[in-house]
């Protein structure tokens, strides 16, 4: 007698890359093979963040978490500009302008992450303004070649899901990017006090070639001190 319960056998699916996905499937390979990686890990309080996000927000200017993060990396990276920089061959090369790149998911399982560049000499309106105007570009593959290539550090946030820390995987030359993790409730000490708070996990991947772990870690910090800040 058969068993009408036993579950149905299931062909294997093959899913072949696309083109794009190919390229950057190589770019993630080459990147992995041609630079030291290192990741640092670290948590920030964000109470002040999300003030200052609803703040902007009655002055009528709608900012992301994405664009506050982008904020806080553009002050940390004046303080330490061995971050903001791309290395080739023997050279490291510290760059004038701060072009951040923002890693934006397409469909497809797809990535990329064009620049806004001068993004440090831009006030946070206009940034925030291209920052979406590069996202929708993005979005529809209008962006140029050298919007995807010309980035000096990368943000790439993941937030809205349950992952707080990652390693993300530099886009070489560049020499450092930023992942944003999740931001959740859990106990912080204020005040010498175990209280609520929104922590969000931060995770800095760079080039071990090009930046040591000391200063790496004093540009994390730096960061984290620059978000808890906010107001």
Do not use: Y
């Not at 002040?48 to 902007?56: D, Q, S, T, V, Y």
């Not at 820390?165 to 030359?173: D, R």
């Not at 969000?200 to 910090?221: E, I, K, Y």
Request: aromatic share 4%; charged share 20%.
């Amino acid at each position: 007698m058969t068993d009408t319960t036993a579950p149905l056998a299931q062909a294997d699916k093959v899913v072949k890359l696309t083109a794009m996905r190919g390229m950057i499937a190589s770019k993630m390979l080459e990147s992995l093979s041609t630079s030291a990686q290192l990741t640092h890990l670290a948590e920030c309080d964000t109470t002040g963040l999300a003030a200052m996000k609803a703040r902007l927000l009655g002055e009528g200017l709608k900012a992301s978490v994405e664009d506050l993060v982008v904020e806080a990396v553009v002050q940390a990276l004046r303080l330490h500009p061995a971050l903001n920089a791309t290395l080739a061959g023997n050279e490291i090369t510290q760059r004038s302008e701060m072009n951040i790149g923002v890693a934006v998911a397409l469909p497809g399982d797809l990535l990329v992450a064009p620049a806004i560049f001068n993004a440090g000499n831009m006030s946070l309106a206009d940034r925030v303004k291209a920052r979406r105007d590069l996202v929708d570009r993005a979005k529809v593959n209008k962006v140029t070649v050298k919007e995807m290539t010309g980035g000096t550090f990368t943000v790439s946030n993941i937030g809205l899901t349950r992952v707080r820390f990652f390693t993300p995987i530099l886009p070489v030359p560049q020499v450092a990017i930023l992942g944003v993790g999740e931001t959740s409730m859990r106990p912080w000490v204020v005040d010498g006090q175990i209280v609520p708070r929104p922590i969000m996990g931060l995770s800095l991947t760079f080039d071990h070639r090009a930046v040591n772990g000391a200063p790496a870690g004093d540009f994390l910090t730096e960061l984290c001190k620059i978000i808890e800040g906010m107001a």
